[in-house]
């Protein structure tokens, strides 16, 4: 029913930059809630970022605040993740999520849909 795409992984030097983008289909951005989750290898997926329907509240694990920032373009119908001082720690598998609950959720297993993933690796 939703379709996310995410892009824009790659390999970057610890403290530079990334941007991923994940454009969805199905529904508009601004119907659900978006949210961005990363799984490390031999780890759990973990939450990273969300975004409200109204685009006006933002969510944060405590390890990207301040780095990381999640935004939204409803006319391209696609989320970002503007990733900056990008650290090892980063390095992981980066997904893309889309909720119709109501509230923002930071479990995995209560997120609707899921993109594909992209790969994120922080060199030091």
């Known amino acids: 029913q939703v379709m996310l795409v995410e892009s824009g992984g790659g390999l970057v030097q610890a403290e530079g930059s990334l941007r991923l983008s994940c454009a969805a289909s199905g529904r508009t951005v601004s119907s659900v809630i978006m949210a961005w989750f990363r799984q490390a290898p031999g780890k759990e997926r973990d939450f990273v970022a969300a975004i409200t329907r109204s685009g006006v509240s933002t969510h944060y694990t405590a390890s990207v605040k301040g780095r990381f920032t999640i935004s939204r373009d409803n006319a391209k119908n696609t989320v970002y993740l503007q990733m900056n001082s990008l650290k090892p720690e980063d390095t992981a598998v980066y997904y893309c999520?889309?909720?119709?609950?109501?509230?923002?959720?930071?479990?995995?297993?209560?997120?609707?849909?899921w993109g594909q993933g992209t790969q994120v690796t922080v060199s030091s």
């Open positions: 999520a889309a909720d119709t609950a109501s509230l923002v959720t930071t479990d995995p297993r209560r997120v609707d849909y």
